[in-house]
């Protein structure tokens, strides 16, 4: 947890705060009415993301509404985690994350091994039960470390599953004549995602050294590592979620491809013509 400084921090509408953490950005200095300002107002990209996602998907089955839509859902629970320090605030912040990454981790094992049946999703959804009501009881340490240890053992399996699905594509997508967009999702992924890892545990670890306003502080101003957690490591997850949409598309036999809608966002088409645009990500 990021070292306390309550000396630097006010009193505000939602204090006191009950969280099992609080983050480097001092407590209600831009308003009475919001805990933490920036880490607030960055959590509304990551709704952004997750509905733009959602608008520029190329089909519209069950699996990718539910992976985009609960990006945004956790974009709404960290705007009111961030805006309130309150626990059960933090619950819909941490708990959607879960929920988002069991999502693409469903996806990855059905497009690697195919359709598992019903014990499948009913064992997902049992697990996801346990863990949420574990995380709702706990608090202090043993809730922040169990939640970190749960998300983080899913972006493992999903790291396994795509970069499995990766080796076992190449020779397909070859052999159709189709530009490898993964391997331009993966990079980007990785490292957006790694960057973003790297402010985060700074903010985390470091906070005492980089709040701006403490004696032991190297820097003059507080840059919000965590506020840019929120925009870079959501960029990463949409790479992320762009890469599983693709390896399931061309296990459907399909040609997907990358390209950049409206010139910045990166997207998937179906269409053949487009893997010209597609040539454009080098």
Not at 69 to 80: C, E, K
Not at 105 to 113: G, Q
Not at 148 to 152: K, W
Not at 199 to 202: D, G, K, R, T, V
């Given at each position: 947890m990021a070292p ?10 939602w ?9 480097c950005e001092?407590?209600?200095?831009v308003s009475y009415?919001?805990a933490?300002?920036w880490?607030t ?7 952004l993301?997750g509905?733009l ?6 089909t519209?089955?069950r699996?990718f509404?539910v992976a985009f ?12 985690f961030?805006?309130?320090l309150r626990h059960k605030m933090q619950?819909?912040?941490e708990l959607?994350m879960?929920?988002?990454a069991t ?11 195919g359709?598992q049946?019903r ?20 608090g ?5 470390y169990t939640f ?5 053992v ?15 594509q190449?020779?397909?997508i070859?052999?159709?004549g189709m530009q ?8 980007r ?7 973003a890892?790297t402010?985060?545990?700074?903010d985390l670890h470091?906070c005492?050294f980089?709040n701006?306003?403490g004696p ?8 919000q590592?965590?506020?840019w957690w929120?925009?870079f ?8 979620t762009l890469?599983v949409?693709y390896?399931h598309?061309?296990?459907?036999g399909?040609r997907?491809?990358?390209y ?15 893997v010209?645009?597609a040539a454009?990500?080098?």
């Open positions: 306390a400084v309550a000396s630097f921090d006010k009193i505000g509408y204090s006191p705060n009950t969280a099992s953490v609080d983050w001092n407590n209600y200095v009415y919001i933490e300002f880490n107002i960055s959590s509304l990209f990551i709704v993301l509905e996602g959602l608008y520029l998907c190329p519209k089955e699996r509404k839509r609960t990006i945004s859902i956790v974009g709404i629970g960290s705007t009111l961030h805006g309130t619950l819909l912040d959607p879960i929920y988002a999502a693409l981790l469903f996806i990855c094992v059905e497009t690697k091994n359709p049946g014990w499948f999703p009913i064992g997902l959804a049992t697990w996801l039960l346990l863990t949420t009501i574990f995380v709702s009881i706990t202090g340490k043993i809730q922040f970190q240890a749960s998300f983080g899913l972006q493992l399996a999903i790291i396994y599953y795509t970069t499995t699905l990766h080796q076992r190449k020779s397909e070859q052999a159709r490898n967009d993964s391997t331009w999702l993966i990079r992924a990785i490292s957006v995602y790694a960057f890892v402010i985060w545990l700074i470091l005492e980089v701006g306003v032991q502080s190297v820097l003059k101003w507080n840059p590592f965590h506020a929120h925009v490591s959501i960029v990463g997850v949409y790479f992320t890469l949409a390896q598309y061309v296990a459907k399909l997907p491809a990358v950049l809608w409206n010139g910045f966002a990166p997207a998937l088409t179906l269409d053949a013509a487009a010209l645009k454009k990500l080098q």
